[in-house]
């Protein structure tokens, strides 16, 4: 099943902050890549090199804010359910999982 999932600027910005950059695209079947297009697109900062790092140890860690923009925009991810279906790994997890041994 092919759908949006609607999330509004200030969503997708505290969920980069709080979620590894790995993590959140697994959510919407992207790549990481493809999810910092999206925030490049929507003007919404990354964390920084280091960010998690610090984090993971305790180390206070600056936040750059979120511009201001006149009207709140909301963001679109199409979310493909079927994209991974012809991966190898998938194919053969689907495999395994149907054959009766």
Do not use: H
């Not at 099943?1 to 509004?8: A, D, E, S, T």
């Not at 709140?72 to 009766?100: G, H, M």
Request: aromatic residues 8%; glycine residues 2%.
């Amino acid at each position: 099943m092919n759908n949006f999932v609607k999330l509004k600027r200030t969503e997708l910005y505290d969920k980069v902050l709080t979620t590894p950059l790995t993590t959140i695209p697994k959510e919407f079947n992207l790549s990481d890549n493809g999810l910092r297009k999206i925030c490049i697109k929507f003007d919404i900062p990354l964390p920084p090199m280091g960010y998690w790092q610090k984090i993971q140890y305790g180390k206070k860690v600056a936040k750059t804010l979120l511009p201001q923009q006149e009207n709140e925009q909301e963001i679109k991810i199409y979310v493909d359910q079927n994209k991974n279906d012809n991966n190898p790994i998938n194919l053969l997890k689907k495999i395994v999982t149907e054959k009766k041994w």
